[in-house]
């Protein structure tokens, strides 16, 4: 998924089948790619144009219930679409 194609659903189909169990990050590469890799064990900022906040383990962030969340998703996608379109860099805190 891009930043050019990111809608709701597709936000949504990204965060349905994540493991609650671990902590989880959304990422977004320089080229626009939208990721969430497993911030367990911290992760490479070098490699990222911005991030958001992890989502903590067992705190329903990510999965079927938050992925049905439509205030949920619509804030996130609004955040990625925000700091990508002001060109930012690095951490996006809520």
């Known amino acids: 998924m891009n930043v050019s194609n990111l809608t709701e659903k597709t936000f949504a189909d990204l965060i349905r089948d994540l493991d609650d169990s671990h902590s989880n990050r959304i990422v977004v590469t320089n080229d626009g790619n939208i990721e969430c890799i497993d911030d367990t064990n911290g992760f490479n900022k070098k490699k990222y144009k911005f991030w958001l ?11 079927e219930n938050a992925a049905n969340d439509a205030s949920h998703v619509k804030r996130h996608v609004e955040m990625i679409r925000d700091h990508w379109n002001k060109n930012n860099h690095g951490p996006y805190d809520y």
């Open 53 to 63: 906040e992890a989502f903590d383990p067992y705190n329903g962030y990510v999965g």
